[in-house]
């Protein structure tokens, strides 16, 4: 089994080691081993400390810092925030401003009323760790950039509603469930790393537990045949593909290397190199470098190209 990720937090100043995702209040209780007069707090920057209670639904993703004070302080169960906060809802930027909403807390119900529909499923997207499944009755600490996306739901007590898979993309093999009426195009793309969900049209999902076919991508997960305890792998449909950003746009390229002049004709299909270009890169791993004319560098995975033009011939 894979090891599991750990991320750090912060409780009284003292750090802290744990899993990352959907967290319940009393999880942060125990750890802070809190006596019975003690009240555990979110501090968020420029907004009121917010009381975690027992049933208290968050989403940690590291860095989080929590301080301690007595229970009895006076402060809200659920204080009023100061500044409007943004989150993702269904690849939609929301601003929840004070006349919608102007608590820190919000339930699964309040945040399904933002796409005006009760009958769906409403997850918490989180980016590289398992997906969340948010119950009406759930109370978030809503935090700053939150991404949330809703499914359509099965209200039949005989169908799963999800599936607790295993996904495996660039041999990273990870447990995920995955709502059983998701799109298989949707499931690849939440699959895939945030860097590489805008190339998810050049790639394809297979069941391995079902002799490695590829599923439909229009089909749901269900249709699809996919069960609990399949594994589903993400691979490029064609290998020799690589896919990058040049200027922060997706482009693609068949070789293993890519020159100074084919990047800038990407960038400029009319360019006539009467002036000089400025071509820099950064790859996924932390590599950086410039490239000069007649060079090229090795293509790799969601690598990021910069050409600038200059007024230099």
């Known amino acids: 089994m894979p090891t599991q990720k750990r991320i750090t937090i912060t409780i009284d100043g003292q750090k802290h080691q744990v899993i990352p995702g959907a967290t319940r209040g009393h999880q942060l209780h125990t750890l802070a081993a809190l006596a019975d007069t003690d009240q555990l707090y979110l501090e968020i920057p420029r907004e009121p400390d917010v009381p975690v209670a027992q049933m208290d639904l968050m989403f940690l993703r590291g860095g989080e810092v929590f301080s301690i004070g007595n229970k009895n302080a006076g402060i809200p169960d659920n204080p009023v925030r100061r500044n409007p906060i943004s989150f993702i809802l269904n690849d939609q930027t929301i601003n929840l401003l004070h006349n919608q909403h102007s608590h820190s807390k919000a339930s699964g119900e309040e945040i399904k009323a933002l796409v005006g529909s009760s009958v769906l499923d409403l997850w918490a997207d989180l980016e590289g760790i398992p997906d969340a499944l948010i119950a009406d009755q759930d109370r978030i600490i809503l935090q700053p950039n939150e991404v949330f996306f809703t499914v359509e739901r099965d209200h039949s007590e005989e169908q799963d509603r999800f599936y607790e898979v295993t996904t495996v ?69 064609n290998p020799e593909l690589h896919h990058f950003f040049v200027n922060s746009k997706p482009r693609t390229f068949q070789g293993e290397r890519i020159s100074y002049e084919e990047l800038v004709l990407l960038t400029d299909p009319h360019a006539t190199f009467d002036f000089i270009y400025t071509v820099s890169y950064a790859t996924l791993s932390g590599q950086a470098g410039t490239l000069a004319p007649s060079q090229s560098v090795n293509v790799e995975e969601g690598m990021d190209f910069r050409v600038r033009k200059t007024n230099r011939s």
């Open 169 to 237: 993309f660039n041999g990273e093999e990870r447990p995920m469930p995955l709502p059983a009426l998701m799109r298989v195009s949707e499931a690849l793309r939440r699959i895939l790393s945030a860097d590489m969900r805008a190339f998810a049209e050049y790639y394809v999902m297979r069941d391995r537990s079902e002799g490695d076919i590829v599923l439909p991508s229009d089909s749901t997960l269900r249709d699809a045949g996919v069960k609990d305890g399949h594994v589903l792998t993400v691979a490029k449909a």
